[in-house]
């Protein structure tokens, strides 16, 4: 793999530990600001509604700049908006911080992703893009926990100085490793919006945002979920997210690896389980062992999906993929955004921290429904244009005799 791939995992695990930490800090985040748990979920859909207006908007702003130095950009925006969030004094500045940073993720993973897979062949794509998101992955392993211990013991607005520090890094490495990549002659704003009348292109980002949806349903929630449901001790949540995050580097790898040659089966598999396992755990959350267990196995089967779903797009939108892929980021967000805001729904209705597992379930369920629908529509397309094929111009079935 070339060595660029480990600058933009290193972007991608700045970026992945700010997205991810805030969930270890809720408690810490709405006791100094004097607002509510589920509102200081806000914190999670904010910034990942501003991932999803951001990913379109960064990434057109930078169709008539290298790609290299769009990357560049968006870690500088990344950084502000990590300071800004350390150094906020009122809740809705700390919430201002965490969308300006979020402008910078989705035009990062998308314009990454089409700089990825442009650096190997092409039956290696989806290789290539699961190594940047390896970056996002560790960082639920290393990035995350190490956040959520110093925030703990020394406040939470030095984690996100912290984070605002491996930006700078992952700045550095992107300015040292990635080549020079300008955009492709004669592709322009028109041609990278056409992808979107492709049916699977849509249904593909319809996948994306209910199927991670279901993972956030479940984990966006996690430390009241785990402290006061489970019975760990807030002390816990540190390596609790060690074992979400080494799930998500596992999934993400065997995602990676099996999606070059098997794609909808790997959906499929990990979707349908996917669902299976949000659904227990409103069981397993009650015992702290099969809650472990299955923290790990959410992350495992919620990443599984991201690099199939990641190159399902840009094969769909091969001519013209920097959109589309941004785009598609920003469809992992909005399901994000959308599954935090029903699992606030489901906890102030009075359902318990475990409801919203239920609501992930169902999303996750629900991506898998697409899934089939998209395979089939694949499927018939591809018999129509075999019958098109074997049909000559006359509207007759060529012979059925083979030239010697």
């Given at each position: 793999?070339?060595?660029?791939?480990?600058?933009?995992?290193?972007?991608?695990?700045?970026?992945?530990?700010?997205?991810?930490?805030?969930?270890?800090?809720?408690?810490?985040?709405?006791?100094?600001?004097?607002?509510?748990?589920?509102?200081?979920?806000?914190?999670?859909?904010?910034?990942?509604?501003?991932?999803?207006?951001?990913?379109?908007?960064?990434?057109?702003?930078?169709?008539?700049?290298?790609?290299?130095?769009?990357?560049?950009?968006?870690?500088?925006?990344?950084?502000?908006?990590?300071?800004?969030?350390?150094?906020?004094?009122?809740?809705?500045?700390?919430?201002?911080?965490?969308?300006?940073?979020?402008?910078?993720?989705?035009?990062?993973?998308?314009?990454?992703?089409?700089?990825?897979?442009?650096?190997?062949?092409?039956?290696?794509?989806?290789?290539?893009?699961?190594?940047?998101?390896?970056?996002?992955?560790?960082?639920?392993?290393?990035?995350?926990?190490?956040?959520?211990?110093?925030?703990?013991?020394?406040?939470?607005?030095?984690?996100?100085?912290?984070?605002?520090?491996?930006?700078?890094?992952?700045?550095?490495?992107?300015?040292?490793?990635?080549?020079?990549?300008?955009?492709?002659?004669?592709?322009?704003l028109r041609h990278e919006a056409a992808a979107f009348r492709n049916v699977q292109v849509l249904l593909a980002m319809g996948m994306t945002v209910l199927g991670f949806g279901g993972v956030f349903a479940a984990i966006t929630y996690i430390t009241p979920m785990m402290t006061k449901t489970a019975g760990f001790a807030d002390s816990s949540v540190t390596w609790l997210l060690v074992l979400l995050g080494l799930g998500m580097v596992g999934g993400n790898l065997i995602g990676g690896r099996y999606a070059d040659r098997h794609l909808m089966p790997m959906l499929y598999v990990s979707l349908g389980a996917l669902a299976v396992v949000?659904?227990?755990?409103?069981?397993?959350?009650?015992?702290?062992?099969?809650?472990?267990?299955?923290?790990?196995?959410?992350?495992?089967?919620?990443?599984?999906?991201?690099?199939?779903?990641?190159?399902?797009?840009?094969?769909?939108?091969?001519?013209?993929?920097?959109?589309?892929?941004?785009?598609?980021?920003?469809?992992?967000?909005?399901?994000?955004?959308?599954?935090?805001?029903?699992?606030?729904?489901?906890?102030?209705?009075?359902?318990?921290?475990?409801?919203?597992?239920?609501?992930?379930?169902?999303?996750?369920?629900?991506?898998?429904?697409?899934?089939?629908?998209?395979?089939?529509?694949?499927?018939?397309?591809?018999?129509?244009?075999?019958?098109?094929?074997?049909?000559?111009?006359?509207?007759?079935?060529?012979?059925?005799?083979?030239?010697?």
């Amino acid at each position: 793999m070339p060595l660029a791939l480990l600058a933009l995992a290193i972007g991608a695990f700045g970026i992945g530990t700010t997205e991810f930490v805030i969930m270890g800090l809720l408690p810490e985040v709405a006791t100094e600001y004097g607002v509510t748990i589920p509102t200081a979920g806000h914190l999670v859909s904010g910034y990942a509604l501003g991932v999803v207006l951001g990913a379109p908007i960064m990434t057109i702003l930078g169709t008539r700049v290298s790609r290299k130095r769009m990357l560049m950009l968006l870690m500088g925006l990344f950084i502000a908006g990590n300071v800004l969030s350390a150094l906020a004094p009122t809740f809705g500045l700390m919430l201002t911080g965490r969308v300006v940073a979020s402008l910078a993720h989705g035009a990062f993973f998308g314009i990454g992703s089409v700089v990825a897979a442009g650096l190997v062949a092409p039956h290696k794509r989806a290789g290539a893009i699961a190594m940047m998101f390896t970056g996002l992955t560790l960082a639920n392993v290393v990035g995350v926990p190490l956040g959520t211990y110093v925030g703990q013991t020394t406040g939470w607005r030095a984690t996100f100085l912290l984070v605002a520090g491996l930006g700078v890094v992952g700045l550095a490495g992107v300015a040292k490793l990635v080549p020079e990549q300008p955009r492709p002659e004669g592709v322009r704003l028109r041609h990278e919006a056409a992808a979107f009348r492709n049916v699977q292109v849509l249904l593909a980002m319809g996948m994306t945002v209910l199927g991670f949806g279901g993972v956030f349903a479940a984990i966006t929630y996690i430390t009241p979920m785990m402290t006061k449901t489970a019975g760990f001790a807030d002390s816990s949540v540190t390596w609790l997210l060690v074992l979400l995050g080494l799930g998500m580097v596992g999934g993400n790898l065997i995602g990676g690896r099996y999606a070059d040659r098997h794609l909808m089966p790997m959906l499929y598999v990990s979707l349908g389980a996917l669902a299976v396992v949000l659904a227990l755990f409103t069981l397993t959350a009650h015992d702290k062992i099969a809650a472990a267990v299955t923290i790990t196995l959410i992350g495992g089967l919620g990443f599984a999906t991201v690099p199939p779903l990641q190159k399902r797009v840009l094969d769909q939108a091969s001519g013209a993929p920097t959109l589309a892929s941004a785009v598609n980021i920003g469809a992992f967000n909005l399901g994000n955004a959308l599954a935090a805001w029903l699992g606030g729904l489901v906890i102030g209705a009075g359902f318990g921290y475990t409801a919203p597992n239920w609501v992930g379930a169902a999303l996750a369920a629900s991506a898998l429904l697409l899934a089939v629908v998209s395979h089939t529509l694949e499927r018939r397309g591809g018999v129509r244009d075999s019958e098109a094929a074997a049909t000559d111009t006359t509207g007759t079935a060529p012979s059925l005799v083979r030239p010697v």
